[in-house]
């Protein structure tokens, strides 16, 4: 079992940068493949990016043309998401997941542990 806290969220001006946090309880944390996803207001939970259990391998949606940045420290059981130049249009609720499976990718069905999520609001 694995237990995760999203803390990090906020609102921000347009341009701006947030650092989201997810902590993880459970002593298969290192052992999980770790990937952040968010959802809008009647919008589909969306992927974003998603990492190994090393932290050697990550993967990220194109439509992120890389202002995001997924990281991990296993001896913090903690990963990471930094946002950078946001825009109103990454306003959404923001969730961590993990998945024992080491190929976990895009789908939210790959994961069987979510955090409650965290709230992102950007303004112009």
């Known amino acids: 079992q694995v237990q995760l806290v999203e803390s990090g969220g906020g609102l921000v001006q347009a341009g701006g940068s947030l650092r989201l946090s997810c902590a993880a309880s459970?002593?298969?944390?290192?052992?999980?493949?770790m990937a952040w996803f968010r959802q809008a207001p009647g919008e589909e939970r969306e992927f974003l990016a998603v990492?190994?259990?090393?932290?050697?391998?990550?993967y990220y949606a194109d439509s992120l043309k890389g202002r995001f940045t997924i990281s991990r420290d296993n001896a913090k059981n903690t990963v990471y998401l930094q946002m950078n130049s946001l825009k109103p249009e990454d306003t959404a609720v923001y969730y961590c997941?993990?998945?024992?499976?080491?190929?976990?990718?895009?789908?939210?069905?790959?994961?069987?542990?979510w955090g409650q999520g965290t709230q992102v609001t950007v303004f112009s």
């Open positions: 997941a993990a998945s024992p499976r080491p190929n976990s990718r895009t789908s939210q069905y790959d994961y069987d542990y």
């Open positions: 990492i190994n259990w090393s932290g050697g391998s990550t």
């Open positions: 459970g002593r298969t944390f290192s052992s999980n493949a």
